[in-house]
């Protein structure tokens, strides 16, 4: 089983639209979680980091279940800005390094 | 805002040479990481670095490659011989705290033929 997995997509979705993602992550001792963003040969800027409570910042809502290694990412009202790969990142307790997923990529369509 | 700059942008060296890929991270953090990005494929942990030495490393990461902190600025990846499946980008990072605050360079696409 791969450590992160993600839908690869791509998903194309119409300006406005709410559009989600779903990770799971395979080792129970992961502790903080992420989403990054990357742009096409661009390297990964962090989006946000999930909590466990869930997480708001303005369109974008992440949810992490830990009794299900679940994790989620919600875009609502889309825009064409949002147009890139969506990478689902975990790090492991006590290790420095973090584990990527093979990203979802999004494209808005106008 | 403080930013990790990495050179070249892109670097094009025969097989079997060697190539160092510089990064200078973000002047107060301690942890200095590098990745590698094969095109099509997921970001993948090389090293990470603490306290002027190797903190951890993957299996990708054995002889061929090594890291340096030359001074107090930059950090250095150097690949021995380099082989066609080096070819990537390669991604630094540095974060003040292991795990943490990550924040990553634009890259070095190595093109090796």
């Given at each position: 089983r791969k450590e992160v997995e993600q839908d690869p997509g791509p998903f194309n979705v119409p300006e406005g639209a709410t559009v989600a993602f779903n990770c799971t992550y395979s080792n129970s001792a992961s502790q903080s979680f992420f989403w990054y963003r990357q742009d096409c040969r661009k390297e990964p800027k962090l989006l946000m980091s999930v909590y466990s409570s869930g997480n708001e910042d303005g369109r974008f809502t992440a949810q992490l279940n830990r009794a299900s290694q679940y994790i989620s990412l919600l875009i609502r009202d889309s825009k064409l800005s949002d147009?890139?790969?969506?990478?689902?990142?975990v790090n492991v307790f006590g290790n420095e390094k973090l584990t990527f997923g093979t990203g979802t990529r999004l494209t808005i369509i106008p | 805002e403080p930013e990790v700059t990495q050179t070249p942008s892109h670097q094009v060296t025969q097989m079997g040479q060697e190539v160092i890929l510089r990064c200078v991270?973000?002047?107060?953090?301690l942890y200095f990481y590098w990745y590698r990005q094969i095109l099509g494929q997921k970001v993948e942990f090389l090293v990470s670095f603490y306290?002027?030495?190797?903190?951890?490393k993957s299996e990708i990461f054995d002889d061929q490659f090594s890291v340096e902190r030359p001074d107090g600025s930059n950090f250095t990846l150097?690949?021995?011989?380099?082989?066609?499946?080096d070819s990537a980008m390669y991604f630094c990072a540095s974060s003040p705290t292991g795990g943490n605050g990550y924040t990553f360079g634009s890259g070095t696409r190595l093109t090796v033929v």
């Open positions: 147009s890139a790969t969506y990478l689902c990142v | 991270p973000i002047s107060n953090h306290n002027n030495e190797i903190s951890e150097k690949i021995r011989s380099t082989k066609l499946e």
